[in-house]
């Protein structure tokens, strides 16, 4: 499992191919300077609820994976999640399509 930190002080599990695909699309949000909400289902050993973030430029981030080598990337899964946050609701998490992986980092 990875963990996405947020302001140095919360912390959240993501598994590393989860994560590698949101950072895609965060850092993309991030690099055009654009403030978003990002809400996901909590584990129910945390209590089942939902979290929403919002994510702002000025806010320091680390995505801190466990294995040492990148996962593909799915285009269609970055291109899907991208979509959700450009939407007035923000990031959430979608199903992965069944396009094939991407063999190189997506920019």
């Known amino acids: 499992m990875g963990k996405l930190t947020y302001d140095s002080s919360f912390v959240v599990d993501f598994d590393d ?5 949101l950072q895609q699309v965060i850092g993309a949000k991030l690099r055009r300077n654009e403030s978003f909400f990002f809400s996901w289902k909590d584990d129910p050993a945390i209590g089942d609820g939902r979290t929403t973030l919002w994510v702002h430029p ?31 609701q923000g990031l ?16």
């Open 17 to 21: 191919r989860t994560l590698a695909h």
């Open 58 to 88: 000025n806010i320091p981030m680390v995505f801190k994976f466990h294995g040492s080598r990148p996962p593909a990337l799915n285009r269609a899964w970055v291109e899907a999640l991208m979509l959700t946050a450009n939407s007035p």
């Open 92 to 107: 959430h998490l979608v199903p992965e399509t069944d396009a094939p992986p991407a063999t190189e980092p997506i920019e």
